[in-house]
């Protein structure tokens, strides 16, 4: 596709419910991000990919929380037992693998919000 | 440990008036630094970004930034605005070595008002 996309653009959990949110990174792009925007705050980094292998996973909040990217294309970000504190827009960023040139494309975010 | 502090969180400009959006880090190894825009209803996108060389970059939609390691600045900067530069202006931090792992500063939201 033309950018990344994801999806859902809204999900509403209750307390304790499981959710899955996905991203299709541009076509061809190594790396991918998964960051979380809570309400007036910047983006919090959670987790890295490149291809299939998760490099770094030292933002993900607790054990609740899962990402995967099984064919080093599409991800998904699992949480489980959701709590209120989980709501936040979830940001998803893929990029070429450069490490010393990086631009990160963003989706539109998945608004997640846990009543 | 990394961190970004963006001074102001709201900046008023009236069309055509230059603006600066303000950004200073804290790191104790050598940095990356970036300014991402955010357009309502839209996700975040590079303006510019200082990898090294010329401290003076220059970004999309005619907005620049200089880098300056003694006082730990990056601001960002545009001589005459535009209503459509309306958005909230994200300024972020990295190591300059493997970790690629993006610190934030809380946004600052630009109001271009005619």
């Known amino acids: 596709g033309a950018g990344v996309s994801q999806s859902p653009r809204y999900k509403v959990a209750k307390r304790g419910q499981d959710v899955a949110l996905r991203c299709d990174p541009i076509s061809g792009h190594v790396s991918l991000f998964w960051y979380q925007q809570a309400l007036g705050q910047g983006p919090e980094f959670l987790t890295y990919f490149q291809n299939e292998a998760q490099l770094d996973k030292s933002g993900l909040p607790s054990d609740r929380f899962f990402a995967e990217r099984p064919e080093g294309s599409v991800s998904t970000l699992k949480i489980q037992r959701t709590q209120q504190e989980d709501s936040a827009v979830y940001l998803c960023?893929?990029?070429?693998?450069?490490?010393?040139?990086?631009?990160?494309?963003f989706g539109s975010g998945t608004q997640l919000s846990v009543l | 440990a990394q961190s970004v502090t963006q001074l102001d969180s709201q900046v008023p400009v009236f069309e055509e008036a230059p603006v600066e959006l303000r950004c200073n880090y804290s790191?104790?190894?050598?940095?990356?630094l970036f300014w991402y825009v955010q357009y309502p209803n839209q996700g975040l996108q590079l303006l510019l970004k200082?990898?090294?060389?010329s401290t003076l970059v220059k970004g999309i939609n005619g907005f620049e930034a200089e880098f300056n390691k003694s006082q730990t600045s990056f601001h960002l900067r545009k001589p005459s605005v535009h209503i459509s530069d309306t958005a909230e202006y994200f300024c972020a931090v990295r190591n300059a070595g493997n970790n690629r792992k993006l610190i934030w500063g809380l946004g600052t939201s630009l109001a271009v008002n005619p």
């Open positions: 960023a893929s990029s070429l693998d450069s490490r010393t040139n990086e631009k990160l494309f």
């Open positions: 200082y990898l090294s060389g």
């Open positions: 790191s104790s190894v050598s940095v990356y």
